[in-house]
């Protein structure tokens, strides 16, 4: 593995544990057992180091979710394994990560919304239009409508200071993960959900 992708990942991981304010480029160096120096060969500032560590988990999540496609049976088993996914992720993340990244540095902030946009509606639009025509969701459903509803509520979520008490933000996240899905099931669907639970 390459220095810069070990510098990505060491990065990647402080941040999303601690917050990136607090995160210093010292602190990414010594956890990759390299010199500061070597950072700035890589990356211009830490602005763009944090710009670099959203990418590559843009790309984790891209890769993911081919991954999930290719090995599902059907739609109800990608989105189950999609939200399993998510809550993993985003129950590993300190609520301090989002609000800094808000904060002091609004353009990578931007851009984490247009991944969610390019990426992970367009996936969840067309599992929802798979799903009820596999009889798993509800025929009614506007997989665009209820996905915008959604997205709603889960940027509230990741926009209020849950900084007294990081259990309620994952709490919270698995929470509306959930709900979601059961508001997409039919009676078959939630059959099937129901066993995917007990296994």
């Not at 010594?30 to 602005?47: A, E, L, W």
């Not at 944090?50 to 979710?65: I, P, R």
């Amino acid at each position: 593995m390459n220095k810069r992708r070990i510098i990505l990942q060491q990065a990647s991981k402080l941040f999303f544990q601690f917050g990136i304010h607090h995160i210093t480029m010292d602190d990414i160096a010594n956890s990759c057992g390299i010199s500061k120096k070597t950072i700035y060969i890589s990356f211009q500032n830490k602005d763009d180091l944090v710009s670099h560590t959203l990418k590559l988990e843009a790309e984790k999540l891209k890769d993911y979710l081919k991954e999930i496609s290719a090995h599902s049976k059907n739609a109800l088993e990608e989105l189950y394994h999609f939200f399993e996914y998510i809550n993993s992720v985003s129950t590993s993340i300190t609520p301090n990560f989002n609000i800094e990244l808000k904060k002091y540095h609004s353009q990578n902030y931007i851009e984490l919304f247009k991944y969610k946009t390019h990426i992970i509606m367009p996936f969840v639009i067309a599992n929802i239009e798979n799903g009820k025509r596999e009889g798993y969701y509800k025929s009614d459903l506007n997989a665009k409508d209820i996905c915008e509803s959604f997205d709603n509520i889960f940027a509230m979520l990741l926009n209020y200071d849950y900084s007294s008490n990081s259990g309620t933000y994952k709490n919270a996240i698995i929470f509306l993960n959930s709900l979601f899905l059961y508001r997409l099931v039919s009676v078959k669907g939630l059959e099937t959900l129901d066993l995917f639970k007990k296994n």
